[in-house]
Nanobody, 131 residues
């Protein structure tokens, strides 16, 4: 099982920026697709972004495209979600996720827009946006 620890959440004004981090315990991190999801109170968990094993391919939900940037540092076993131009609809608990099976990382990027193939999740970090 992969241990994932998110950090970087907090309170920010609308229009502001935050960078979330997700540190992984696995030594196979550089072979993993990594995803971010968010869940606001009373709402379903929703896909935010996904990055392939080497950072060469990234996909974003339409709601964050152009505002969020996902990157990774395989030397540090960490992925980063840079969030800018934060909006009132962005507050949620943001969680990173790793594949249930590392072999799944060969699946098309579109496979990672749902939680189906993820098996390990972090505890989440809260993002709050003030008006």
């Amino acid at each position: 099982q992969v241990q994932l620890v998110e950090s970087g959440g907090g309170l920010v004004q609308a229009g502001g920026s935050l960078t979330l981090s997700c540190a992984s315990s696995t030594r196979f991190f550089n072979g993993y697709v990594m995803g971010w999801f968010r869940q606001a109170p009373g709402k379903e968990r929703e896909f935010v972004a996904v990055i392939n094993y080497d950072g060469g391919s990234r996909s974003y939900a339409d709601s964050v495209k152009g505002r969020f940037t996902l990157s990774r540092d395989n030397a540090k076993d960490t992925v980063y979600l840079q969030m800018s131009s934060l909006k009132p609809e962005d507050p949620a608990v943001y969680s990173c996720a790793a594949p249930r099976n590392p072999e799944y990382s060969a699946l098309p990027m579109t496979s990672w827009y749902s939680s189906t193939y993820y098996g390990d999740w972090g505890q989440g970090t809260q993002v709050t946006v003030s008006p």
